[in-house]
């Protein structure tokens, strides 16, 4: 998963979801009945598990956990090897797809969602974010007395905390850590309850005939 370790989309259904603030979509399925899996995946999608916020190690894991719910069949994944970068970019726009803020650059109504493969390589990144911080590393997110960011601490904070301000996602520093929706250095903390707003409506491939 080395190519979504440092996409902020991807860090934060990590980190929502074992939080248990995200609720994820159902799974998509091909012409053969059999559960898709993104690149990247380790949290179960099944209706009512009992798993749901457990972060599996590896999307493989979390295969071999879905073999283990009745009626599920799931997508075989591919042994090795790098993941391509149609694989990587349509995991990329599925979890941009979990956050109403997002909004998502690629046109997949030609795209049928590939097989999740197995360990990734080095292929070229997708968009970069500050350097992920650990949560037994976060530090609290600076606030202002009335609960809200307070800007010039935590610009300053991200800095020292490797994040850049500007950071890659907003266009000037003026606008930098204002949009937990769109800024990056926000990953570098903890932020309590505050969160990037989740989709309305479970986010879909499209799919072809």
């Given amino acids: 998963m080395a190519a979504l370790a440092r996409n902020r989309y991807y860090q934060w259904y990590l980190r ?13 399925e091909n012409e053969k009945g059999e559960i898709i899996l993104y690149y990247g995946e380790v949290f179960c ?7 749901a916020n457990k972060r599996f190690s590896a ?9 283990k719910h009745i009626s599920i069949d799931v997508v075989s994944g591919e042994k090795g090897g790098r993941a391509s970068q149609k694989v990587i970019d349509e995991a990329v726009a599925w979890y941009k797809g979990l956050f109403a803020g997002a909004e998502s650059t690629m046109d997949l109504s030609s795209a049928r969602p590939s097989p999740s493969p197995g360990p ?7 968009p970069l974010v500050s350097p992920y911080v650990t949560p037994k590393t976060r530090s609290p997110l ?39 929706n769109k800024c990056d250095n926000f990953l570098l903390f903890d932020c309590g309850a ?9 986010f879909k491939v499209l799919k072809t005939t």
Avoid: W
């Fill in 194 to 202: 505050l969160t990037p707003q989740a989709a309305s409506k479970p």
């Fill in 120 to 126: 990734a390589g080095s292929p070229r990144l997708p």
């Fill in 142 to 180: 600076p606030l202002k007395k009335d609960g809200t960011p307070h800007l010039l601490n935590m610009r300053r904070r991200a800095e020292s905390l490797g994040g850049s301000v500007p950071c890659s996602s907003c266009e000037s520093k003026f606008d930098c850590c204002k949009d937990i």
């Fill in 59 to 67: 999307t493989n894991n979390l295969r071999t956990h879905l073999e």
């Fill in 16 to 28: 929502e979801v074992e939080a248990g603030q995200l609720e994820l979509p159902e799974y998509d």
């Fill in 45 to 51: 999608r099944v209706e009512d598990c009992d798993k």
